[in-house]
């Protein structure tokens, strides 16, 4: 979906049920602060993009 417009993505392990989504280094998602909504999580990644 992203095509040539992401570079990486890349997972790293975490602690407690973490889940976050950056793009950057900027925050677009935070389990412990939002919803899951994938289709959100996504919209939120292509405006970064």
Same mark, same amino acid.
């Given at each position: 979906?992203?095509?040539?417009?992401?570079?990486?993505? +890349?997972?790293?392990?975490?602690?407690? #049920?973490?889940?976050?989504? +950056?793009? !950057? #280094?900027?925050?677009?998602? !935070?389990? +412990?602060?939002?919803?899951? !909504?994938?289709?959100?999580?996504?919209?939120?990644?292509?405006?970064?993009?």
């Amino acid at each position: 979906q992203f095509g040539r417009r992401l570079d990486t993505v +890349a997972l790293r392990t975490g602690d407690s #049920g973490v889940f976050r989504v +950056a793009v !950057d #280094g900027e925050g677009v998602f !935070d389990k +412990a602060e939002d919803e899951y !909504d994938v289709d959100a999580i996504v919209e939120r990644v292509q405006a970064h993009v």
